[in-house]
T-cell receptor
Framework: QKEVEQNSGPLSVPEGAIASLNCTYSDRGSQSFFWYRQYSGKSPELIMFIYSNGDKEDGRFTAQLNKASQYVSLLIRDSQPSDSATYLCAVKMNRDDKIIFGKGTRLHILP | EAQVTQNPRYLITVTGKKLTVTCSQNMNHEYMSWYRQDPGLGLRQIYYSMNVEVTDKGDVPEGYKVSRKEKRNFPLILESPSPNQTSLYFC???????????FGDGTRLSIL
């Protein structure tokens, strides 16, 4: 069973709409969850982290965590063409401190 | 300026010739880690370090070594590189819950 799963996309969203990116994980005891953005040819950038069930908002970004369902998502409101990138979900395993990344979802914002 | 600096940025070398990729951070972060990124496989953790003299294996540590003698530096050593280690490598540092916060610009290694 893959430990962190994301839909590879591409996910195409019209400019100004809400982009919804999803991630599931297998380690039920995981406590720390992260979202990174990676532009083509660049290094990943940390955009959100979340530890507790519920929503966490930062500007246009909202991370949502549901530990019972082992599901974490990232919402991007008022999507802009500059949001077009690959979004990586990462989970810190409970059994050790390893960080496991999903393979990423490619997001394309349509002007 | 907060920075994670990797060197070299690009390297083409041959099988079996020992190489070291350096990583240095100027943020006094306790946590540092190395990743490789391959098409179709995503980003995979090689080694991580919680602090000086403390290192642990990530998901794909085979064929790699690391050391953490100083807080700012975390070199990645390939004692006998092989073609399957051809990849894009990232170093990262962090604090908080020890997640990777800041990534270096990457090192593209080609092992012939």
């Amino acid at each position: 069973q893959k430990e962190v799963e994301q839909n590879s996309g591409p996910l195409s969203v019209p400019e100004g709409a809400i982009a919804s990116l999803n991630c599931t994980y297998s380690d039920r005891g995981s406590q720390s969850f992260f979202w990174y953005r990676q532009y083509s040819g660049k290094s990943p950038e940390l955009i959100m982290f979340i530890y507790s069930n519920g929503d966490k908002e930062d500007g246009r970004f909202t991370a949502q965590l549901n530990k019972a369902s082992q599901y974490v998502s990232l919402l991007i409101r008022d999507s802009q063409p500059s949001d077009s990138a690959t979004y990586l979900c990462a989970v810190k395993m409970n059994r050790d401190d390893k960080i496991i990344f999903g393979k990423g979802t490619r997001l394309h914002i349509l002007p | 300026e907060a920075q994670v600096t990797q060197n070299p940025r690009y390297l083409i070398t041959v099988t079996g010739k020992k190489l070291t990729v350096t990583c240095s951070q100027n943020m006094n972060h306790e946590y540092m880690s190395w990743y490789r990124q391959d098409p179709g496989l995503g980003l995979r953790q090689i080694y991580y370090s919680m602090n000086v003299e403390v290192t642990d294996k990530g998901d794909v540590p085979e064929g790699y070594k690391v050391s953490r003698k100083e807080k700012r530096n975390f070199p990645l050593i390939l004692e006998s590189p092989s073609p399957n280690q051809t990849s894009l490598y990232f170093c990262a540092s962090g604090v908080w819950g020890n997640q990777p916060q800041h990534f270096g610009d990457g090192t593209r290694l080609s092992i012939l």
